[in-house]
Every structure is written in structure tokens, then in C-alpha cells.
């Protein structure tokens, strides 16, 4: 299995453009999660799904951020306008009901200038 | 709320050195508790999960303990090498809910 799949890397965007951040879990998964890490408040739970529908989005920060898993084997991160405080990096994880624990990506390092 | 919290922030050792990095939490519905280690840059590799059920889990040099009843988890790493060094997590899982809280971690560094 390739793991937990995310692209881009790493993103560069200047305020106010729309940014799309890109997730594809490990197959048989029926949880996917986004978080963000920061230096100041560490990683942080920005919202989650269970077998596509979202369960617990309260950690989206704005109506900036939206988030959506159209299959069980996407999800996408979207973030309009863009704003130099959303610079962090992003990951993504997925689980089979948490059970036996979580896999995470590789991250986006997201850049807003 | 739930809550996870690491101490120290920093550890700094010499190679060779057993050492325990602590992690405490504050709800005692606990599924599971999962250690991470994220290397500067990267992303995260899970080193050990123990599910409630469970007191500890050992992978080579590491072994983690859990203990519900006074919420704390322990990562114990013997004979420290210098390609230890990183950060390391752990998260909790609340039984009814499938989010991870994770703490602020702990950095080690391991001298040679």
C-alpha cells in the first residue's frame, strides 16, 4: 500500500487566491481526517469524516475553509481567500475506525504571501 | 475537553542513555493512545498504538505503557542512538469519537 497519499508538497500563493489541498487514503479506510500544524498550537483536528460524510468539522476556523470527500478515495482541503495566518502545514490521516490507529501523509507545507 | 500533555518540551541526552518521555491526559474514556515520531520537515510515523485494554506495547527499543486510571502514558527508549533524535507525539482517542488529541510533543536529542 502507498500509504496516505497527499499533494502538493509544498504550495506558494499569494493572499487572497483560492488553495486546494489534495488527499487520497489508504484503500479499505473509512475514516479521513485534515490537520494543521503550527509552530504556536501544535496539530490541530481542522475537521473528519466517517465513510464520506463529515462528522466534526468544528475545528474549521472560518467559512474560508471548506472541506470535501466526494468518494472513498478522495478528499480535498480548500481554502478562499487565502491568508498569510493560514500558512502552516497540512495533513492528512485516515483509520479503519480508529481501531488500529492512524496513518498519516507526508503533509502540504502551505506558504501565503 | 480533552486535553494531552507532554514534559518535558526538550530533552537532551548523550547516545546510550535510557530515557522516558511522559505523556499525560485528562479523560479517562480513552480508546486508544498512539506514539508518533516526526522528523524535522516530515510528516508523521507511528511508532507504537495501545488500545485500552492493553498496558503496554513494545517495537524493538521502545516500549510504551499505558495506565487510565491515573491518565498517563508512558514511550520508554532504551540504549539511545543519535537517529533518535526528533520529535516525539502522542495522541489520544476518546472512546465515541474518532479524533486524535495530540500533545505538543517532546523534542530529544541524542548526543553522540
Known amino acids: 500500500d502507498a500509504g496516505v497519499i497527499q499533494s502538493p508538497r509544498h504550495e506558494v500563493t499569494e493572499m487572497g487566491q483560492e488553495v486546494t489541498l489534495r488527499c487520497k487514503p489508504i484503500?479499505?479506510?473509512?475514516?479521513l481526517f485534515w490537520y494543521r500544524q503550527t509552530m504556536m498550537r501544535g496539530l490541530e483536528l481542522l475537521i473528519y469524516f466517517n465513510n464520506n460524510v463529515p462528522i466534526d468539522d468544528s475545528g474549521m476556523p472560518e467559512d474560508r475553509f471548506s472541506a470535501k470527500m466526494p468518494n472513498a478515495s478522495f478528499s480535498t482541503l480548500k481554502i478562499q481567500p487565502s491568508e498569510p495566518r493560514d500558512s502552516a502545514v497540512y495533513f492528512c490521516a485516515s483509520s479503519f475506525r480508529g481501531r488500529y490507529g492512524y496513518t498519516f501523509g507526508s503533509g502540504t507545507r502551505l506558504t501565503v504571501v | 475537553k480533552q486535553e494531552v500533555t507532554q514534559i518535558p518540551a526538550a530533552l537532551s541526552v548523550p547516545e546510550g542513555e535510557n530515557l522516558v518521555l511522559n505523556c499525560s491526559f485528562t479523560?479517562?474514556?480513552?480508546?486508544?493512545l498512539q506514539w508518533f515520531r516526526q522528523d524535522p520537515g516530515k510528516g508523521l510515523t507511528s511508532l507504537l498504538l495501545?488500545?485500552?485494554?492493553?498496558r503496554e506495547q513494545t517495537s524493538g527499543r521502545l516500549n510504551a505503557s499505558l495506565d487510565k486510571s491515573s491518565g498517563r502514558s508512558t514511550l520508554y527508549i532504551a540504549a539511545s542512538q543519535p537517529g533518535d533524535s526528533a520529535t516525539y507525539l502522542c495522541a489520544e482517542a476518546q472512546g465515541g469519537s474518532e479524533k486524535l488529541v495530540f500533545g505538543k510533543g517532546t523534542k530529544l536529542t541524542v548526543n553522540p
Open positions: 479523560d479517562s474514556a480513552i480508546y486508544n
Open positions: 495501545i488500545q485500552s485494554s492493553q
Open positions: 484503500s479499505g479506510h473509512n475514516s
